[in-house]
């Protein structure tokens, strides 16, 4: 009984086929299949805290963890509420006075959070509640871009 | 001495032919150049593209009905002349509307130049099997040259550069119809243009499948990736190279694997550009690669297949002319939608995830906050369809110095790359179907196709 053999080219082109299916499995292992790095994390669900020291680690705290609780009471993500905050984004507009009440809750719910932590000394935190109650933060995020050319 | 001016002759129009079938993806790399020199929209300047091989299709497709009862030098002729003539007037078009206009001109210029090569190709090599063999590798190799061509040509010169290049070309194609002996061939209506159709669907879903691996490729490592002209020519030259190297494969397999592997091979390599895991370019080339191959596997066969050689020449060559350029036309009619629709959402994607990277960036404030409102600035000054460039604020405050602010500015415009490279996965994909469809068909018509 003769087996018939395969021709050569024939083996080849099987080889060319194999070498572009390895291809799309690399890719695929590679992560071609998973999401785009970083993914937009709930913003109810705690998230790990910035990692940064000194003054301004705690004011990035503050931000970013009263950002997460404004964006939480909207029912929006901490991204989606800083892009809508700008004229310019195409992002969902969210009503301006919710933002505002949003973002001042969020952020006092930060300053004591980070005054249990201890990384608040007590005497200031009225201070910086007073302070979040009378910023104009639709002002502020309004002129904006101004107030970054006074940022060396 | 007869032999070598013959041998000159062939070169000269094949030159020409490959430059016909170039000229429907050359203006690829210059498309940006373009948006910017006459102010317009995506729409507008994509019609540049368009617009030749719109015409190329309706112009062959036309000619088919009565172009063997013309001389085929006085078509080729008529032909060079005014693809010439549009070349030098898209060389000095002053406004869009003008260049679109000269590109109609010069498709139809092209039609008639690439009907009337075949049987002029035929009396000057003595055989009509060596003339559509000369006159597919010509518009093969053209093709996919085409958008490589372009961009250095963008490049080291100007935009204008690409239609100024191929006027000496026409005008020694010209010469060379001068001195051509003349075509002698049979004429007349024949049923053998029925016969043909099984091969011109494969084609035509080929060389749509092409206007994926040409014009999505290019666009995204050009406008996405942020290559420049002669770095985008760089990668895609590897697809004239792979359907060149793929000859010697393709002549020696029978032709229904020659068909079914090739059309195989450029669909898994569309599949492969479709599921890129990163911006790196040795993935595209890879890919690429596939698809070049694919296109010298299965292109050449079905070119055979789809002309007629002993009877019907002119009519079967001006016919899958047609076919090839409305494969392309409707392919882009295809992709362009599916691309732009699925482009303003990946945007704001892109958008939400550049700033989850920057609120998390571990940078002091004093450098997120200026960095930040630069990139809003960059943002809105960038014209609709353009990605600035996103590195710049970040080396603007020290970043070439600072590995942790290097690894953000990475991080961020990675995302921003690997966001927007995602949304041209449904055009691939689409385009990888157009190409996996000439398999069944193939199948289909084996007994048609082979004999």
Redesign the interface.
């Known amino acids: 009984m003769s087996v018939r053999r395969i021709p ?3 083996l ?2 099987a080889a ?2 194999a ?3 390895i ?2 499995v690399v ?2 292992a ?4 998973g999401p ?3 993914t ?1 994390l709930r913003p109810c669900v705690p998230r790990a805290a ?3 020291g000194g003054l ?1 680690g705690v ?2 705290r503050v931000v ?1 963890e009263g ?1 997460d609780g404004a964006a939480c009471k909207l029912g929006t ?4 509420l ?2 809508s905050l ?1 004229p ?4 969902q507009r969210l009503d301006r006075k919710a933002i505002e009440v949003a973002i001042r809750a969020g952020l006092n719910e930060a300053i004591d959070a980070e005054r249990r932590q201890g990384n608040i000394p007590a005497f200031l935190v009225p201070t910086l509640h007073q302070l979040v109650e009378k910023t104009p933060f639709d002002k502020l995020i309004r002129g ?2 101004a107030l ?2 006074l ?2 | 001495m007869h032999a070598a001016r013959s041998s000159l002759g062939v070169a000269v129009v094949a030159a020409v032919v490959g430059i016909a079938f170039a000229d429907s993806s050359i203006v690829v790399l210059a498309l940006p150049q373009l948006y910017g020199r006459f102010d317009t929209t995506i729409t507008g300047v994509s019609w540049v593209l368009t617009a030749y091989n719109v015409a190329v299709a309706v112009t062959a497709i036309a000619l088919v009905l009565f172009v063997h009862h013309l001389r085929a030098a006085v078509v080729l002729a008529s032909g060079i002349l005014l693809f010439l003539g549009a070349s030098i007037a898209c060389a000095a078009a002053g406004s869009l509307e003008f260049l679109i206009a000269a590109r109609c001109v010069q498709g139809v210029g092209a039609a008639l130049l690439l009907a009337g090569a075949l049987p002029v190709l035929v009396a000057l090599t003595g055989s009509a099997a060596a003339a559509a063999g000369v006159w597919t590798l010509a518009g093969t190799f053209g093709a996919a040259l085409g958008p490589a061509l372009g961009g250095v040509l963008t490049e080291l010169f100007d935009w204008r550069a690409i239609f100024v290049a191929q006027a000496p070309v026409a005008a020694a194609a010209l010469l060379a119809v001068r001195a051509a002996p003349e075509a002698e061939l049979a004429e007349g209506w024949r049923p053998k243009l029925r016969q043909t159709i099984p091969a011109n669907v494969c084609i035509g879903l080929l060389f749509g499948a092409l206007a994926g691996v040409l014009f999505l490729a290019v666009l995204l490592v050009i406008v996405v990736w942020g290559y420049s002209p002669i770095g985008g020519a760089a990668i895609v030259s590897v697809i004239p190279v792979a359907t060149l190297a793929a000859r010697p ?1 393709e002549r ?2 029978e032709p229904l ?1 020659a068909v079914c ?1 090739g059309a ?2 450029l669909a ?2 569309l ?2 550009l479709a ?4 911006s790196a370019a040795v ?1 595209v080339v ?2 690429l690669l ?1 698809c070049g ?1 694919g296109l010298g ?1 299965s292109v050449p066969f079905l070119s055979r297949a789809a002309l007629d050689t002993r009877s019907d020449l002119p009519r079967t060559g001006t016919l899958t002319i047609g076919v090839r350029h409305l494969g392309l036309v409707l392919a882009l009619g295809l992709i362009a939608p599916l691309l732009a629709s699925s482009v ?1 959402a990946a ?3 892109a ?3 550049a ?3 920057l ?2 960036a ?5 450098t ?3 960095i ?2 630069d990139l ?2 960059l ?2 000054q960038a014209q609709d369809g353009e990605v600035p460039d996103l590195a710049q604020p970040f080396n603007a405050h020290g970043a070439r110095n600072d590995e942790t602010l290097a690894s953000v500015r990475d ?1 961020l415009v990675g ?1 921003i790359e ?2 927007i490279t ?1 949304c041209f996965r449904p055009a691939f994909f689409l385009s990888a179907l157009l190409a996996a469809l000439a398999i069944p068909v193939a199948l289909l018509f084996r007994r048609r196709l082979v004999a």
Do not use: C, M, W
């Open positions: 050569k080219p024939v080849v082109l060319l086929v070498g572009a299916v291809l799309i890719q695929l590679k992560g071609a299949a785009v790095s970083p937009l910035f990692t940064g301004s004011v990035q970013l950002l993500t901490r991204e989606e800083v892009l700008s310019s984004s195409n992002s904006g871009v970054g050319n940022i060396p | 494969l020696r397999l694997y592997g195989l091979l898994l390599g599949v492969a599921l890129l895991p990163s993935y890879v890919a596939f191959a596997l303003p945007g704001h994607r958008e939400l995830r700033t989850a990277v609120l998390d571990p940078i002091s404030l004093t997120k906050l200026p930040a409102y809003v600035g943002f809105k991080e995302t690997e966001t995602r």
